[in-house]
């Protein structure tokens, strides 16, 4: 046989052996056409943030936030353009009886000389008479903005209490526009901390990872341009969907760990492969092929798992879904195009900017060499291979128990005063008026749509309805007000609800409001039966009703699209199987952290947080597609090296050891980027970004570590030759090849290579022994066949 050169210098002109696989394709083109590949790149980038700057974000109307009777509610409100300014109430204490009504008075022409409200209401008294709750509206919305109306009203309120400190006398307040002042102030600086502390952080691992500042810059800065590109992206289809602005940060948390994720994975393996010997062309082909292919895959899978979201029928998890599977498509496809061409210009000098001490992978390992696995991962690995059955029961029942606390999971959707740090001066105040006033803050809205509302009938209705709530003090607070709109004939009746706004009290009195009152008092004068309760509590029990409605075809979704997914790509049914059950384990995991945490207190100070006693309604929903889709990740990048060792002639005990062996390192360090980026979020000032962060966080941790490292290796070990069943009516399934072969043609029987009279054995290795490459070369690039010839395709 003639001597074969390396696939880059063929003789003569000869044509190159063409890659296989759509992976392995993408980055030969990158790799043959590098600058169109960085300049397309850094074009789109810029095009898509400069478009999606000038259109900007369109956010949803109050309607589309809201479901079911609140979203009616408010509908009926935006039809009839109807304005409903913030609404904002100053409570008044003092020790003796009737001693508030003086200062009361004070604050009513202090906020009124403000020219910044309207509709002030006469202050009502408590029940002891030793306080008195004055509320009205503001004239326009807020933003947050230093001249803003509500900074007026707050200075001049704040210049009363000024007036009366030492004498005895309280003074407090919280409203809409109070709140959305803090809540925007508080945003903007939690944001630019996630921003600021994410990205270095994850930055820092990355170096410690891989010991070069080029190498650790890769991959930060793919996410980031993947980032940037599908927030313009998004911006633009807000127009036809519209987004909620929270959605951008969970964009960057997902762009951060998926981009990072896809090229670290990436990076370490033709890293690895140039460890082993081979030249830098070779190495980034045979990277292209596996690390590449494990890249189309896992991206597929999660952004599969993220259109679930589209199944929850609410607009927020929409918005979700949308922003997710942007960022995830773009950093996949950067990954497989973008990445190659850099590390095609880069060559060695990837390695550029060493730091000494760090990047632990030495040099020095032969081809073929066995890879030794790090502390961590070889104390993991060894019982798990002696004892695979032990280690399963032992990591399963751990994983049950912190699940545990999961099955007395509350959820609701908690105010914007719960939100709060339990120090932050608005909350306590919001608890302090609620103690006197129970649901004057936060009050049930009711909404009558008449014929006409100023009928006799109507009227009367109106009047008999308010007598009811007052009359039921056991449910109910005081300040009942009613504001009747004579042209689009709709009333509007705001009813204080007994208790904090959130217990049992709260609940049982909306139950009463919904179900009794309103249908019996209002319904037989409302126009085509349009009479809704809104508020606060109404709108988290709808939301929370359409979650539990909503979650059921989202997880069969998930969960029957993955199977089928992990099953065409690994040809396994235990396989596919595990990856659902492990998945599964992991959710429950991270819910029942949550619940101990946030709902119970257990532990709380340790994450900085506190007692709530419930978890945001949206939290399990979302965290259960984002976990499925991330631990994907780990999965597909696992499984892949093992069966790409057991398509080598391995035995399943071998392949799973050198799988785990070959991927410990890069599971570890793309976990732990994960887990900092999820704590910082952790750190926020909200409830729920507190909640994410450490459900997110805790979950990845143990999915890397007891779910890949000890529960995987243990089951497949104990299906030993069982793991790889395929029933033979699926036997027609596509074959994806896992090894550096990358064929997408079909295999022997046995699953593996024929040898064709190429040299190829049925182990996936040249007639030397030595591991062939993307194209069929081994080591320096030599090919297993003549000179300029494509290699030939396999046979089944």
Not at 69 to 87: H, Y
Not at 299 to 324: H, I, P, W
Request: proline share 5%; glycine share 12%.
């Amino acid at each position: 046989m003639r001597r074969a050169t390396t696939p880059s210098s063929p003789p003569g002109g000869a044509a190159r052996p063409s890659p296989r696989g759509a992976a392995a394709r993408l980055a030969d083109w990158s790799v043959r056409h590098r600058r169109s590949a960085v300049i397309g790149w850094l074009l789109f980038v810029v095009l898509a943030t400069a478009l999606g700057g000038m259109a900007g974000l369109t956010e949803p109307t109050a309607s589309e936030q809201s479901v079911r009777d609140s979203a009616r509610a408010t509908a009926i409100l935006e039809d009839a353009g109807i304005d409903e300014p913030p609404a904002e109430s100053v409570m008044v204490t003092s020790p003796d009886k009737g001693g508030w009504r003086a200062t009361a008075d004070e604050v009513t022409r202090a906020v009124r000389a403000t020219g910044e409200v309207e509709h002030v209401r006469e202050p009502v008294p408590a029940a002891d008479d030793r306080a008195g709750l004055i509320g009205f509206r503001m004239r326009d919305e807020t933003d947050g903005a230093d001249e803003e109306p509500i900074d007026k009203v707050l200075g001049a309120v704040d210049r009363v209490r000024d007036a009366h400190r030492g004498d005895g006398v309280e003074i407090r307040q919280y409203g809409e526009a109070s709140a959305m002042k803090w809540l925007n102030g508080i945003l903007g600086d939690d944001f630019a901390k996630a921003e600021w502390t994410a990205v270095p952080l994850a930055l820092g691992i990355l170096l410690v990872a891989f010991g070069a500042l080029v190498a650790a810059l890769l991959p930060v800065a793919l996410a980031l341009t993947a980032f940037l590109a599908a927030n313009g992206i998004l911006a633009l289809v807000s127009g036809a969907l519209h987004i909620d602005e929270t959605t951008n940060s969970v964009m960057l948390l997902m762009g951060l760990a998926v981009g990072v994720d896809y090229c670290l994975f990436y990076l370490r393996r033709e890293r690895d492969e140039r460890a082993a010997g081979r030249d830098p062309e070779t190495a980034l082909r045979i990277a292209a092929a596996t690390s590449g292919r494990a890249v189309l895959v896992s991206g597929l899978t999660v952004m599969v798992a993220m259109a679930g979201m589209f199944f929850s029928g609410l607009l927020l998890f929409e918005g979700f879904a949308v922003a997710t599977i942007l960022v995830v498509c773009i950093a996949m496809l950067g990954s497989v195009t973008i990445l190659p061409a850099l590390l095609s210009w880069l060559g060695d000098r990837v390695e550029k900017g060493k730091v000494p001490f760090l990047g632990g992978r030495r040099r020095e390992r032969a081809a073929g060499r066995r890879r030794p696995a790090g502390r961590i991962s070889g104390a993991l690995l060894r019982p798990v291979l002696a004892a695979p059955g032990v280690c399963a029961v032992l990591a399963a029942v751990a994983m049950l128990a912190l699940a545990a606390p999961a099955l007395g999971m509350r959820t609701e959707q908690l105010p914007l005063d719960k939100q709060m740090p339990k120090d932050a001066g608005l909350r306590i105040d919001a608890e302090k008026i609620g103690e006197r006033f129970p649901g004057g803050p936060a009050p049930a809205r009711v909404v009558l749509k008449a014929d006409d509302v100023e009928a006799p009938r109507t009227r009367a209705a109106l009047a008999e309805f308010t007598r009811t709530v007052r009359g039921d003090s056991g449910h109910f607070g005081r300040g009942v007000e009613t504001e009747v709109h004579a042209g689009p004939d709709v009333a509007v009746i705001d009813v204080p609800l007994a208790g904090d706004g959130t217990d049992a009290t709260s609940l049982a009195a909306l139950k009463v409001l919904r179900e009794h009152i309103v249908p019996d008092t209002l319904g037989p004068v409302a126009a085509d039966g349009q009479v809704y309760t809104a508020g606060e509590l109404a709108g988290s029990e709808d939301f929370k009703d359409q979650l539990k409605d909503g979650i059921v075809p989202v997880l069969v979704f998930i969960t029957a699209v993955t199977f089928l997914l992990m099953l065409v790509c690994f040809r396994s049914v235990p396989v596919a199987l595990a990856s659902i059950v492990l998945n599964l384990l992991s959710v429950g995991a991270a819910y029942g952290v949550m619940t101990a945490v946030f709902q119970h207190g257990w532990g709380a100070s340790l994450f900085g947080t506190e007692a709530v006693g419930a978890i945001e309604s949206w939290m399990p929903l979302f965290v259960l597609v984002v976990l499925f889709g991330l631990s994907m990740d780990y999965h597909v990048f696992v499984v892949s090296r093992i069966r790409e060792a057991r398509d080598r002639g391995l035995s399943t005990r071998e392949a799973i050891g050198d799988g785990i062996r070959a991927t410990a390192s890069a599971v570890t360090g793309a976990a732990l980027i994960m887990v900092a980026v999820f704590a910082v979020f952790a750190t926020l000032s909200m409830q729920d970004m507190k909640q994410m962060g450490v459900g997110l966080s805790v979950a990845v941790l143990l999915d890397a570590t007891v779910v890949r490292m000890v529960l995987l290796p243990a089951v497949l070990m104990l299906l030993g030759e069982r793991s790889w069943y395929l029933p033979r009516a699926l036997r027609g399934l596509p074959h994806l090849a896992h090894g550096d072969g990358g064929s997408e043609g079909t295999v022997g029987p046995d699953g593996f290579d024929v040898d064709d009279g190429s040299g190829r054995t049925p182990t996936g290795r040249g007639a030397a022994g030595a591991p062939r490459d993307a194209w069929g070369a081994g080591p320096g690039g030599r090919t297993g066949h003549r000179s300029g010839e494509r290699p030939p395709e396999r046979i089944g």
